[in-house]
């Protein structure tokens, strides 16, 4: 059976999909690591966030397809402030290189959206 193809998330389904993915970025981001399951390597904190912001621009692109900028500059703000965050709760820490990490993930995730979209509407 082959697999399925890549499609859009359906129109209702996008907008609560990304706010519920932004609520838990938010969350995991501010929790005290104690909470948090160990880290396997030193590189893998940036994965993470690049993967998390991929992921959030993915999504936020298709639940706003008409503000695509607005989205991005939005997502790249709220990483910003989300290292800011960090910093000031005592057990966490804000890193810019995380933040950087964060724009490779909205850079990514714009690859894929508007790849999805060339496959949804091929001209």
Not at 42 to 53: E, I, P, V
């Amino acid at each position: 059976m082959p697999l399925p193809a890549l499609t859009r998330v359906p129109p209702g389904f996008a907008r609560p999909s990304f706010w519920a993915l932004l609520l838990c970025v938010t969350v995991l981001s501010l929790l005290p690591t104690d909470y948090l399951p160990p880290q396997i390597f030193s590189l893998w904190d940036k994965a993470q966030h690049a993967l998390a912001f991929a992921a959030l621009a993915a999504l936020g692109l298709q639940a706003y397809p008409h503000r695509r900028w607005r989205v991005l500059a939005g997502l790249l703000v709220f990483g910003g402030l989300i290292e800011l965050a960090q910093a000031a709760t005592g057990w966490r820490y804000g890193e810019w290189a995380d933040w950087l990490a964060d724009a490779v993930g909205l850079a990514l995730g714009l690859a894929l959206a508007e790849s999805l979209q060339r496959r949804v509407n091929p001209t």
